[in-house]
């Protein structure tokens, strides 16, 4: 049996048999437009068939306030909207840094946002920090009381991974909802960014914690290489490629005025004021 600080570096049979799997069902998804869209349309029927109209709480995936200002609104702005409107009773902001940016405290900013710009109440909303999806769920969890309801809060693309993982990590205890920003809808599976997550989420899949357990450390850095190398060879390729006219790149401007006029929150925020936070933070990130 492998021990924790065994000096055996090569990984099992068994596990190199799956890393060739692994790439190969990846390889698949990037390559074959049909396997995407029966992954789209299945992940779509199951979000729209579980909905429910309430949660205990909202969870916001933390994203960088200074390096992509728009997306990090919108996502704020749309948790609020849940508790504006009664859905939610409390918000969880996650994220600390994470491997692409050097924020201090993504959710201490979400928080701050909220408070200040979209009248939270400080008192319902809570923060879990984590540098990556799997940790951001790992630490809003330990917030959470078991039999409790959750919206995820993410963009829909990011949610095919983000949602994958908070069911994975909540298990039976708390029941999950997907509760996109903008609402839920039928992703184009041959836009770049969602074939990006497809990958991910088959790439990733939870590896870490479904086979790790009779490996040791080293082993398991192995694993996690080799498919953060994978990752790292697509996805630049993918991001090069032409992006269809849609509204994932929307500004938090644009998003907002295509709103319906209950999700808005216009007798609650000052929509210039927080134009402006943005425009202050694209300005220091370029």
């Known amino acids: ?7 055996v570096t090569e990984l099992p049979i ?3 048999a799956f890393l060739r ?7 698949s998804i990037v390559g074959d437009p049909v396997v995407r869209k029966r992954i789209i349309n299945f992940l779509f029927e199951e979000a729209k068939n579980v909905a429910v ?12 306030w200074q390096n992509y200002p728009d997306k990090f609104a919108k996502r704020v702005h749309w948790a609020s909207m849940l508790w504006h409107t009664g859905r939610i009773d409390k918000i969880i902001f996650t994220g600390m840094s994470d491997n692409e940016t050097k924020d201090e405290s993504q959710c201490e900013d979400a928080r701050d946002l909220a408070v200040t710009q979209f009248k939270i109440p400080l008192s319902d909303i809570l923060i879990a920090g984590g540098n990556n999806t799997q940790a951001n ?6 917030l959470i009381p078991e039999n409790s309801s959750v919206f995820v809060v993410s963009e829909n693309h990011h ?3 983000g949602f994958a993982v908070a069911k994975e990590e909540f298990g039976q205890d708390i029941k999950v909802f997907a509760h996109p920003v903008g609402g839920i809808k039928r992703l184009n599976p041959n836009h770049p960014s969602v074939i990006i997550e497809l990958a991910k989420a088959e790439a990733y899949n939870h590896t870490s914690y ?21 990752i790292k060879d697509i996805e630049p390729i993918l991001r090069r490629q032409p992006r269809p006219k849609d509204d994932m790149g929307d500004t938090y401007s644009e998003w907002w005025h295509k709103l319906d006029e209950e999700y808005r929150l216009d007798d ?3 929509l210039s004021e927080i134009l402006r936070l943005i425009e202050i933070n694209e300005t220091k990130s370029k």
């Open 1 to 7: 049996m492998l021990v924790e600080n065994s000096e």
């Open 14 to 16: 068994s596990t190199s």
């Open 21 to 27: 799997e692994k790439k190969l069902r990846v390889m």
């Open 53 to 64: 109209d309430k949660a205990d709480f909202a969870l916001v995936f933390g994203t960088s």
């Open 137 to 142: 769920v790992r630490e809003a969890k330990t």
């Open 159 to 161: 949610l095919i991974r």
């Open 210 to 230: 479904r086979i790790n357990g009779g490996l040791n450390l080293k082993q398991r850095t192995i694993l996690s290489q080799s498919i953060n190398e994978l």
């Open 268 to 270: 609650k925020i000052n």
